[in-house]
């Protein structure tokens, strides 16, 4: 494969609006170094993460510069969800590894320690990402992938399924177990709702009442409007109380996913998109006797079983748009928008993959 000196990347000059997002039509590409593969990079999906990094949501004091690590250096190429052909390999990786197709799994351990979460990096944040033609990863993280699906349906999954899978794990989702889900119609929600179908459990999604069709297409065997009290509408419907809450929304009705839930329940989360700051009643954590879990690395054994689910085809992938890399501003202005349901796509190869 011929590997140019140029690329094009979208580079994050700084924290601020889409005008922080900066086309470079001939930016250096990176060669592998040791343990590394470079990755040609097929499709990269847009995710919450690409726009809390510009904006600078991570950051929780005027010191932080705003990432999951507080260690964000400009400039910085976006992009966890990267599928791709491998084009070139580092030192120590095998030559036989050029030419796989790899789903690449955005969590990137530090190989000496690699169970301190506290060294964990994540692709397109700490680490260069998939908004370019081509990127350096650890060739652990480029997981080879073997599926009927194009480049674009493969970049759906990485971040978004991976996160609804670690949280339906961690709060050990068993089969004929209820489990609310939150945010359903979004990319994290759609994938947790499919996921919760698949390990034999029954998903409810939360979400607006134009998208519950599609979410019950998703595996919920119901849904409730997102905005309302969750345990009066799941009484209402004779669905509560829920063994488990998955939750990426947060905001003012929170207190109420808490109170669907059975005694001895699980809640989850992942995200915040609705808000960060939420009020708990102590007395019904305690009372109930729940466990409260927060997801944010995942093992590297979710990410491959996620692949092993995607080959099988226990999950299917849920596009709502596909843009190029140029029009990256337009891809995350709709991605905030949030008019869409499942996952926005940059096919960066332009569909030839």
């Not at 969800?81 to 790899?102: F, K, T």
């Amino acid at each position: 494969m011929t590997i140019p000196p140029t690329m094009r990347a979208v580079l994050l000059t700084g924290h601020g609006d889409l005008d922080r997002l900066v086309l470079e039509p001939a930016y250096p590409t990176p060669a592998p170094g040791p343990g590394e593969v470079l990755v040609r990079v097929d499709a990269c999906a847009v995710n919450n993460t690409d726009v809390n990094t510009r904006v600078g949501w991570y950051a929780q004091s005027e010191d932080d510069a705003g990432s999951w690590d507080g260690a964000l250096a400009f400039p910085r190429i976006q992009g966890a969800d990267i599928c791709g052909v491998v084009a070139a390999v580092g030192a120590d990786v095998a030559h036989e590894r050029i030419g796989e197709r790899v789903l690449v799994d955005p969590w990137v351990r530090d190989p000496e320690a690699p169970d301190d979460l506290l060294r964990a990096r994540y692709v397109g944040s700490e680490i260069d990402g998939g908004y370019a033609d081509f990127a350096a990863v650890p060739a652990v993280n480029a997981v080879p992938v073997d599926a009927p699906l194009s480049a674009v349906e493969l970049a759906s999954f990485p971040t978004a399924a991976e996160t609804a899978l670690d949280m339906l794990r961690r709060a050990r989702v068993a089969p004929g177990e209820r489990v609310l889900v939150t945010g359903a119609s979004g990319g994290v929600g759609a994938y947790a709702v499919q996921l919760a179908r698949a390990l034999g459990a029954e998903p409810i999604g939360v979400c607006q009442p134009q998208k519950a069709d599609l979410v019950r297409q998703l595996g919920a065997i119901a849904t409730i409007d997102r905005g309302a009290a969750a345990d009066a509408a799941l009484e209402a419907q004779g669905l509560g109380p829920v063994d488990v809450v998955v939750d990426v929304v947060g905001g003012d009705t929170w207190p109420s996913l808490l109170d669907a839930l059975a005694r001895g329940g699980r809640y989850a989360v992942s995200g915040a998109i609705a808000g960060p700051h939420v009020d708990l009643d102590l007395r019904t954590l305690y009372l109930k006797d729940l466990t409260l879990i927060g997801a944010t690395v995942s093992p590297p054994e979710v990410f491959r079983e996620l692949v092993g689910l995607i080959e099988r085809g226990a999950i299917r992938p849920l596009i709502a748009a596909t843009y190029p890399l140029e029009a990256v501003h337009d891809a995350q202005r709709a991605f905030v928008e949030k008019a869409f349901v499942g996952k926005i796509v940059l096919d960066v190869a332009g569909g030839e993959a």
